[in-house]
């Protein structure tokens, strides 16, 4: 009745036992093809069965799915012809003879996500899934179930389903690479009941996994390289997930040179800290920047600045390579501890100002400094009731005062270009300059600054929409006016 060649990858994601997967990686692994393929091969196979594709914008649903080679138009064409099938654009559905519907939706805003509340999703797929916000992913999951629908004994226990495809980047790209990437290649796991409970895996879409791509295009590899822009060029080729092509950081960004194995400082407990190697605490000053979040997540950052160049030695350090040394200038950077004010969905705590202080208390009380320069979030100056949240973190027993970030014009972009100078600076070998330097104790951090997407309205900016909450503690602090002056002072810069 219909045939659909699938290449070996495809025929096992088809297969798998898992019931939430992530097909994601390269361009031209032939994950949307895979999108539409599964979605025609099930209709067919299980009647009555609801599909559901889901992409960002409209106009992106009928180019991708709608248009050109391996289309529905082109897949479904012997059915059609049969009148086995039926394509409804002005509805956006496809209807079986058996019963069986494929949704074409889109969902450009987060509001948009309640047009599906009362949907009974069968089988839900998700096309660029990094373009969605978690909140839009977990919604629509939260429709899955299968009422009354019979499913074949061949695929007993493998719906309802979600197969979401995707190349890495886009406002999701943190926290899809957390709920998938992150546990490895293929490894098919159960999440928690907070998660969905359902069995997932990733599985990495690869150019060699599409040999008819190839064998068409030979040259297409070529073709990527060609884009100009060599990260994004590895993102398409390798399906790095470690990188975001056209980020704001991540063309400068170097986990290698950026990231740091934390030093103690002269004063601390080493029975308590470990045998890190100490060093001269009188050679930094100390300082810190909060980010106000309740609902969305709250950041603090600890830094240390050098008043002198510096060369610190890590003496048997458990990275692999053997002892390091290194010279660092004057004026670098080095973010040595943070709090995250998040849950593991990058949800806000609600945590109250006494919560926060006393955790901001803890911190301080192991690095031995009160970090008395503090920038914080310009509005929690906000006077709402005779009171601001500023006020409130002053008071005892909180007693920690906070002065306004900048918010001036021009700020944002500003603090861009700041914050790109230094981890510039931050590659050179030796140094000539002073950087920016993270410890690999402050793992939110790095999970979430480097992947950081442009605006796309104004590319000199980072997207707000995006996970940026410790990306602007750390904009606070470095475009902080005491800051750049005592910056110049003891480097010059």
């Avoid at 390798?238 to 056209?246: C, P, R």
């Avoid at 002053?394 to 970030?405: V, Y």
């Amino acid at each position: 009745m219909i045939e659909i060649k699938l290449h070996p990858k495809q025929s096992y994601a088809l297969n798998s036992p898992c019931t939430e997967a992530l097909w994601g990686g390269s361009a031209g692994g032939g994950k949307s093809f895979f999108i539409r393929a599964s979605a025609v091969i099930y209709s067919v196979e299980i009647p009555g069965l609801q599909t559901y594709i889901f992409r960002r914008k409209y106009k992106d649903l009928i180019r991708n799915h709608l248009q050109g080679s391996g289309s529905f138009n082109e897949l479904l064409k012997p059915l059609i012809d049969q009148k086995l099938c039926k394509i409804n654009t002005s509805d956006m559905v496809i209807d079986f003879a058996n019963g069986s519907r494929i949704n074409l939706c889109h969902m450009q805003h987060e509001h948009n996500m309640y047009d599906y509340q009362g949907a009974e999703i069968h089988y839900c797929e998700f096309d660029e899934l990094t373009t969605f916000t978690e909140d839009m992913y977990t919604f629509v999951r939260s429709r899955l179930r299968l009422g009354g629908l019979k499913i074949p004994d061949k695929y007993e226990g493998m719906f309802p389903r979600v197969l979401a495809a995707s190349n890495p980047g886009g406002i999701g790209h943190n926290w899809v690479k957390k709920a998938w990437v992150d546990y490895g290649e293929n490894t098919i796991w159960r999440t928690p009941k907070t998660q969905g409970f359902m069995l997932r895996q990733f599985i990495p879409a690869k150019l060699e996994d599409n040999p008819t791509l190839t064998e068409s295009d030979p040259h297409y590899a070529a073709k990527l390289l060609g884009i100009g822009d060599p990260v994004v060029a590895r993102a398409m080729l390798e399906g790095s997930w470690d990188i975001t092509g056209g980020g704001a950081l991540d063309d400068l960004w170097s986990p290698i040179s950026h990231v740091v194995e934390p030093f103690l400082f002269s004063g601390m407990n080493t029975e308590l800290y470990g045998n890190l190697g100490t060093v001269n605490k009188e050679a930094f000053f100390f300082s810190k920047a909060y980010d106000y979040g309740s609902s969305a997540p709250y950041g603090v950052m600890f830094f240390a600045t050098l008043k002198e160049d510096l060369t610190i030695d890590w003496v048997g350090v458990s990275d692999g390579k053997g002892d390091v040394s290194r010279t660092f200038k004057k004026g670098s950077v080095f973010v040595i501890d943070e709090i995250y004010g998040a849950d593991d969905h990058d949800k806000g705590l609600y945590e109250t100002v006494p919560q926060i202080a006393e955790k901001i208390h803890q911190k301080q009380k192991k690095w031995g400094d009160p970090f008395l320069n503090a920038v914080a979030d310009a509005s929690i100056f906000d006077i709402y009731n005779g009171n601001s949240i500023a006020n409130e973190f002053s008071l005892p027993p909180n007693n920690i005062h906070w002065k306004p970030s900048d918010k001036r014009k021009g700020s944002r972009v500003n603090g861009l270009s700041r914050i790109r100078t230094l981890l510039r600076n931050g590659l050179q070998t030796p140094m000539e300059e002073p950087g920016l330097f993270f410890f690999s104790s402050c793992v939110q951090s790095v999970r979430t600054i480097p992947t950081l997407p442009r605006d796309p309205k104004n590319m000199e900016d980072v997207d707000t929409s995006a996970n940026d909450h410790l990306y602007d503690v750390l904009r606070y602090h470095l475009y902080d006016k005491l800051m750049l002056a005592g910056q110049r002072r003891i480097s010059g810069c």
